[in-house]
């Protein structure tokens, strides 16, 4: 009997996944980037979010240009040896893209660059995987946020990420003492969740930067490693597509500087 097609399931997460002709022009524009721009940086990002870096990217896109994405990508359109690197000098930056990190392509002197990137520091709430910046504990008694005593509705929602609660006479109240977490503790999505309700965010957003190529008269350069990776730090975040040509993430690449769709951000 043939299978019947009316009650068909069609997933809507299903994305296409990036070909050899889009990983090509990935691979153009970021060389394009590299004969427009005299300098390159890799930097490292911490706890990113969407909105802040786009506010960053449109101060900043009248003189630079970022790149987030696959750290293959990059690798390879800068090179990975001198044997195959786009310019003199560049395969010795490629050994520093590993990581959460991106490219800032600029014509901007560094220390208007080390401005920007020093000044780009947002707090935020904590994700799950995150590690506690510091103690949380909640005290026996009603319970109360930031806009006062919080709502009877809301009650449900606490004892499901696991605060012994209760609703008396429509006021929220915990039974008893409660650490929700310790510093440096790696964050659940259970705790993370309550640090929300409190509006306790223990998540800072920043850059660093790690190392810059600097173009010379000839067009070849050298490498100036600023700073040390610092790999324990916090968590790199996440991007929705941010309109450049990378989205970390989703890895969506997109032309004419719109959203980019999901794809492959993994090392191949």
Not at 228 to 242: C, H, K, L, P
Not at 253 to 266: A, T
């Amino acid at each position: 009997m043939p299978k019947s097609k009316r009650n068909k399931v069609v997933s809507l997460t299903k994305v296409k996944k990036k070909d050899r002709q889009w990983k090509e022009g990935l691979l153009e524009k970021i060389r394009q980037s590299l004969d427009t721009y005299p300098t390159v940086y890799v930097f490292k990002y911490y706890n990113m979010r969407n909105e802040s870096f786009k506010q960053l990217r449109e101060d900043l896109k009248e003189s630079s240009r970022f790149v987030l994405g696959s750290t293959a990508l990059m690798q390879v359109a800068l090179g990975k040896s001198e044997a195959d690197e786009y310019k003199a000098g560049l395969s010795g930056l490629s050994e520093h893209v590993k990581g959460t990190v991106g490219l800032f392509f600029t014509k901007l002197p560094h220390e208007q660059v080390k401005e920007h990137f020093e000044a780009y520091v947002h707090e935020d709430y904590a994700r799950a995987g995150a590690k506690a910046a510091h103690d949380f504990s909640l005290t026996e008694g009603p319970l109360s946020g930031p806009m006062g005593p919080l709502p009877h509705t809301l009650e449900p929602q606490l004892r499901k990420f696991g605060l012994p609660t209760k609703l008396n006479k429509g006021v929220v109240e915990l039974i008893k003492d409660h650490t929700v977490c310790r510093e440096g503790q790696k964050l659940d999505a259970n705790q993370a969740g309550i640090l929300r309700v409190f509006d306790i965010k223990m998540a800072e957003c920043k850059l660093k930067l790690l190392a810059v190529w600097r173009s010379g008269e000839d067009g070849n350069g050298e490498v100036e490693q600023l700073s040390e990776d610092e790999e324990e730090y916090g968590a790199g975040g996440e991007f929705d597509a941010i309109g450049d040509d990378l989205a970390m993430g989703s890895g969506g690449f997109s032309d004419d500087g719109k959203d980019g769709d999901d794809g492959d951000d993994g090392d191949g």
